[in-house]
């Protein structure tokens, strides 16, 4: 029988503030497993991914302020590939707990490596920016981008989704887009749902239209969950808030609607900072949502 099967994965590397390594361990105080198993859910807990190396400390700058701690995120990402993709060859569907958003790329590569997927990327930013066009250099702002081989990621092969077209990528809540990713996105296939289409057509509407996009030819779907594409006033307690984000029962909505039609085959939920949290309620509410998406009804 399928079962969900937890990953935590505790790094910080691609973010700009310290904290969404411990996101793992606050999901799980949270009580992800249990929530889950209430719900009907069988789920089993395969620990924390290791992180070899500790983070950096602030007097040790990157080597590349463009991709800042790239080595490390390399090795971070390469480990969680492997792993992804034996779970789902043993027939169980992987959630990577985070950390940063750097961890899609490892994540997106292991659930592609022999399947063809959809993607639902659930997240108030776009992450396509590149080398190229980042303002900041932080990885977890890039990670779509390094998943479809673009700009100097093209030369990278460990970042490649390999089963992965854009033509199946829904973006949805997105809100904060940095002008060169802005670029690329218009020059994509990938499909952008902003919060102001939200706001007109309501999130049932889109998340239809999300959904016919990411299962068109495929064999399945991923679920790419940023907290931080939820208003900061029920979700405080993420890497990069966005004010003006997703209401707690649009949320609610959107993972029901992803349970009604198909189950992700893989699952990331990140960026959860327990620093900036009240109450551990981000965590608390990832736990809900993934019950949600994993078919908890209410009748």
């Not at 499909?191 to 064999?219: L, N, P, Q």
Request: aromatic share 4%; glycine share 10%.
């Amino acid at each position: 029988m399928s079962q969900v099967q937890l990953l935590g994965v505790p790094t910080d590397y691609g973010a700009n503030r310290r904290g969404v390594d411990m996101g793992p361990s606050a999901i799980r105080y949270a009580g992800i497993k249990k929530t889950l198993k209430e719900a009907g859910i069988a789920c089993s807990d395969d620990g924390d991914l290791g992180i070899s190396h500790p983070h950096p400390s602030s007097d040790q700058p990157p080597v590349d302020d463009k991709l800042k701690f790239f080595d490390q995120i390399r090795d971070v990402n390469i480990a969680l590939a492997d792993r992804v993709a034996t779970i789902k060859e043993n027939g169980n569907r992987p959630i990577a707990l985070g950390g940063d958003h750097s961890l899609a790329i490892g994540s997106l590569a292991g659930t592609t490596r022999n399947d063809t997927l959809g993607v639902l990327w659930i997240d108030a930013h776009g992450d396509f920016n590149t080398p190229e066009t980042t303002p900041s250099g932080n990885v977890h702002g890039m990670a779509l981008a390094a998943a479809l081989d673009k700009g100097m990621f093209a030369d990278i092969p460990w970042t490649t989704a390999q089963h992965l077209h854009p033509e199946n990528i829904a973006l949805v809540g997105t809100r904060s887009l940095d002008q060169g990713e802005r670029e690329l996105l218009n020059e994509s296939p990938v499909s952008v749902f902003t919060i102001s289409e939200i706001d007109k057509r309501g999130i049932h509407a889109v998340m239809e239209d999300a959904i016919d996009i990411v299962t068109e030819g495929t064999e399945g779907i991923h679920l790419s969950l940023d907290l931080d594409v939820l208003d900061p006033n029920i979700a405080p307690g993420v890497g990069t808030p966005e004010r003006g984000g997703l209401s707690y029962r649009e949320a609610h909505v959107a993972m029901e609607i992803i349970a009604d039609n198909q189950l992700p085959q893989s699952m990331d939920i990140v960026e959860v900072n327990p620093i900036l949290d009240q109450k551990n309620a981000t965590a608390e509410l990832a736990c809900e949502l993934t019950a949600s998406v994993f078919d908890k009804s209410i009748l």
